[in-house]
């Protein structure tokens, strides 16, 4: 049943659904939201997310404190101002700026939330009712929220799980652990976001402006020159569609896709941005529900366009430069949801013209032009102290030998049809399906060889872990994008192909999730587990931290089903002789 507030009643020119993706059944089939009022496009400048200062100190880290609550926002100056949810009263949230190996505690208080949805909660997806929360008291609040980071290697209990929810009225999901949560930044440079993930609800939240931006800087960063101050600018890319009297338009009914007619940067519809006639660094964000965007740059006023140069994929870096556009490494830079890039791009030889970046990614309702750039025509040349980007030396990123791999697992990515909704699958399965985790051992690196048998394109990411690409193409054989041979967390799987990725899992114990991306799929449940466990010799101790007959006999099964490697059996057999404690 799909419930539908009071207050949400009143709205005028309600959204009343996308078409969905096939196989379509009869309850997928639906309108596409309200078109949007034709707004010009270019007529507001680009803004630039503000920097969050700590609040303060805790344990010795830096303290941040989030305020979630309802406002309105301008996306357009001819559109009515748009009701939205947002941290600290922003649209995006605020970019928390953090160096590499100093942690920070972020705490996010959602109090301020209205106790009805912004949007319709529909009731058929799973996490929004008691039946899907079996020891949860009474009715699941309808606004719940909880914030991760994206891209983060941390503890479980400070990740930002689905069920770690908490309601403005106080009401704790069933995985609840902290209000706190303690982010050690330890994994190197990064640019990503956080956003809200709650079961059932991720798709709504997020779309009505529970995200934001973080970074880590690096010594290894800061000593490459790459543009920096006003001239390092985050383009956080997004599509939405909206009502007339500036509201937002979002199918009342779940639908398996959402695509909406006005391109969105940084919170504005449609913006430019003055630039002088050099070198800037763009951190750019796909932060979209669902689309993707494959990015070129068109001259609006002139011949030619500058090339992009991509050094880091948004995690450390690539393995060298890549150049894209005509002549380029890659004719284009394709980005689906929650991907990042992050792109120098000099317009030295363009003083005076006009540049448009676009969007050629044919999906639902045409996007072509993102966000315009106009060069100015200064007098004298700028100064610019930033490298030739042709010229950066970049660090060698983290990689992983082959040899070292412990398990290969094919994982595939499906499609079926459940209580009339199309749903997508993991391994068969959905969220919370018994015998869908996976138990990578602490310490050990893996293969997974994501096999699409789904019929669609699916961003997959997993938490905890960066990774990196190792094939693709039909056998999962073809080498990996030229701007893919660095580390990632999340990465584009098309229809009919393996893409192959090699991770080592270390860091923490515990229950992750892996998911797709698009936050519809991920909404109806395209989201399952991977418990990493103790390593080889703390998983079969005792509590006592000894290996007795009862860990030797459990891990002789693991070895007889080539669960446990021999070399580790034998250091089994070591300490279970010795009575020797078993080292943390």
């Given at each position: 049943?799909?419930?539908?507030?009071?207050?949400?009643?009143?709205?005028?020119?309600?959204?009343?659904?996308?078409?969905?993706?096939?196989?379509?059944?009869?309850?997928?089939?639906?309108?596409?939201?309200?078109?949007?009022?034709?707004?010009?496009?270019?007529?507001?400048?680009?803004?630039?997310?503000?920097?969050?200062?700590?609040?303060?100190?805790?344990?010795?880290?830096?303290?941040?404190?989030?305020?979630?609550?309802?406002?309105?926002?301008?996306?357009?100056?001819?559109?009515?101002?748009?009701?939205?949810?947002?941290?600290?009263?922003?649209?995006?949230?605020?970019?928390?700026?953090?160096?590499?190996?100093?942690?920070?505690?972020?705490?996010?208080?959602?109090?301020?939330?209205?106790?009805?949805?912004?949007?319709?909660?529909?009731?058929?997806?799973?996490?929004?009712?008691?039946?899907?929360?079996?020891?949860?008291?009474?009715?699941?609040?309808?606004?719940?929220?909880?914030?991760?980071?994206?891209?983060?290697?941390?503890?479980?209990?400070?990740?930002?799980?689905?069920?770690?929810?908490?309601?403005?009225?106080?009401?704790?999901?069933?995985?609840?652990?902290?209000?706190?949560?303690?982010?050690?930044?330890?994994?190197?440079?990064?640019?990503?976001?956080?956003?809200?993930?709650?079961?059932?609800?991720?798709?709504?939240?997020?779309?009505?402006?529970?995200?934001?931006?973080?970074?880590?800087?690096?010594?290894?960063?800061?000593?490459?020159?790459?543009?920096?101050?006003?001239?390092?600018?985050?383009?956080?890319?997004?599509?939405?569609?909206?009502?007339?009297?500036?509201?937002?338009?979002?199918?009342?009914?779940?639908?398996?896709?959402?695509?909406?007619?006005?391109?969105?940067?940084?919170?504005?519809?449609?913006?430019?941005?003055?630039?002088?006639?050099?070198?800037?660094?763009?951190?750019?964000?796909?932060?979209?529900?669902?689309?993707?965007?494959?990015?070129?740059?068109?001259?609006?006023?002139?011949?030619?366009?500058?090339?992009?140069?991509?050094?880091?994929?948004?995690?450390?870096?690539?393995?060298?430069?890549?150049s894209i556009g005509s002549g380029g490494d890659l004719d284009s830079l394709l980005l689906t949801a929650f991907e990042r890039a992050e792109v120098?791009?000099?317009?030295?030889?363009?003083?005076?013209?006009?540049?448009?970046?676009?969007?050629?990614?044919?999906m639902g309702p045409e996007l072509t032009d993102l966000v315009q750039f106009r060069v100015s025509d200064p007098d004298q040349a700028p100064s610019?102290?930033?490298?030739?980007?042709?010229?950066?030396?970049?660090?060698?990123?983290?990689?992983?030998?082959?040899?070292?791999?412990?398990?290969?697992?094919?994982?595939?990515?499906?499609?079926?049809?459940?209580?009339?909704?199309?749903?997508?699958?993991?391994?068969?399965?959905?969220?919370?399906?018994?015998?869908?985790?996976?138990?990578?051992?602490?310490?050990?690196?893996?293969?997974?060889?994501?096999?699409?048998?789904?019929?669609?394109?699916?961003?997959?990411?997993?938490?905890?872990?960066?990774?990196?690409?190792?094939?693709?193409?039909?056998?999962?054989?073809?080498?990996?994008?030229?701007?893919?041979?660095?580390?990632?967390?999340?990465?584009?799987?098309?229809?009919?192909?393996?893409?192959?990725?090699?991770?080592?899992?270390?860091?923490?114990?515990?229950?992750?999730?892996?998911?797709?991306?698009?936050?519809?799929?991920?909404?109806?449940?395209?989201?399952?587990?991977?418990?990493?466990?103790?390593?080889?010799?703390?998983?079969?101790?005792?509590?006592?931290?000894?290996?007795?007959?009862?860990?030797?006999?459990?891990?002789?099964?693991?070895?007889?089903?080539?669960?446990?490697?021999?070399?580790?059996?034998?250091?089994?057999?070591?300490?279970?002789?010795?009575?020797?404690?078993?080292?943390?």
């Amino acid at each position: 049943m799909t419930r539908l507030s009071r207050r949400r009643l009143l709205q005028a020119g309600a959204a009343l659904g996308v078409a969905g993706v096939a196989p379509q059944t009869s309850t997928e089939v639906a309108a596409q939201t309200a078109q949007s009022p034709a707004l010009d496009e270019f007529v507001q400048e680009l803004p630039i997310p503000s920097v969050k200062e700590p609040d303060g100190q805790r344990e010795g880290a830096d303290a941040y404190e989030f305020q979630q609550t309802e406002f309105t926002h301008s996306f357009h100056p001819d559109l009515p101002d748009t009701t939205v949810w947002g941290f600290d009263g922003s649209y995006p949230g605020p970019m928390i700026e953090a160096e590499e190996g100093e942690p920070i505690h972020v705490r996010v208080d959602n109090s301020g939330l209205p106790s009805d949805h912004l949007l319709t909660v529909d009731e058929r997806i799973d996490g929004t009712t008691s039946e899907n929360h079996p020891n949860t008291d009474g009715p699941v609040p309808e606004v719940r929220t909880v914030t991760h980071f994206h891209g983060l290697e941390v503890a479980p209990e400070n990740d930002g799980q689905s069920e770690m929810w908490t309601s403005p009225d106080g009401v704790e999901g069933p995985k609840f652990v902290n209000e706190w949560q303690e982010l050690p930044m330890e994994q190197g440079r990064t640019t990503s976001t956080y956003h809200d993930h709650t079961l059932g609800i991720t798709r709504l939240n997020a779309y009505a402006g529970l995200f934001g931006l973080y970074k880590i800087t690096s010594d290894e960063e800061e000593s490459l020159d790459l543009p920096s101050g006003e001239y390092d600018v985050p383009l956080v890319l997004q599509d939405k569609s909206f009502n007339s009297d500036g509201s937002l338009s979002y199918p009342e009914e779940y639908v398996p896709q959402f695509l909406g007619d006005t391109a969105v940067v940084n919170g504005a519809a449609w913006p430019y941005l003055d630039v002088e006639p050099r070198r800037y660094r763009f951190r750019i964000v796909n932060a979209a529900n669902h689309r993707s965007f494959d990015l070129g740059l068109r001259n609006d006023s002139g011949s030619g366009v500058p090339t992009m140069y991509q050094f880091a994929p948004g995690h450390g870096f690539l393995e060298s430069v890549v150049s894209i556009g005509s002549g380029g490494d890659l004719d284009s830079l394709l980005l689906t949801a929650f991907e990042r890039a992050e792109v120098v791009v000099d317009f030295s030889d363009y003083a005076g013209q006009t540049l448009t970046l676009t969007n050629s990614a044919e999906m639902g309702p045409e996007l072509t032009d993102l966000v315009q750039f106009r060069v100015s025509d200064p007098d004298q040349a700028p100064s610019d102290p930033s490298a030739e980007p042709t010229s950066l030396s970049l660090p060698s990123p983290t990689s992983y030998d082959e040899d070292d791999v412990r398990t290969t697992r094919e994982m595939t990515l499906g499609v079926t049809v459940e209580d009339g909704l199309i749903t997508h699958t993991l391994n068969g399965f959905t969220y919370g399906e018994e015998g869908s985790t996976v138990y990578p051992r602490l310490g050990t690196t893996e293969i997974w060889e994501l096999v699409n048998e789904s019929g669609g394109r699916h961003p997959i990411h997993l938490h905890l872990v960066t990774f990196r690409v190792i094939g693709r193409g039909p056998d999962g054989t073809e080498p990996p994008d030229p701007n893919e041979r660095g580390p990632k967390d999340t990465v584009r799987v098309d229809p009919g192909e393996t893409v192959r990725i090699i991770a080592e899992f270390s860091g923490y114990t515990g229950r992750f999730p892996w998911h797709c991306h698009m936050l519809e799929h991920e909404d109806n449940k395209m989201m399952i587990a991977f418990h990493v466990e103790g390593g080889p010799l703390q998983s079969y101790a005792n509590e006592d931290g000894v290996i007795g007959s009862e860990g030797l006999t459990d891990a002789i099964a693991d070895w007889r089903t080539s669960d446990l490697e021999t070399e580790d059996l034998l250091e089994v057999i070591d300490y279970w002789r010795s009575g020797d404690e078993v080292a943390e």
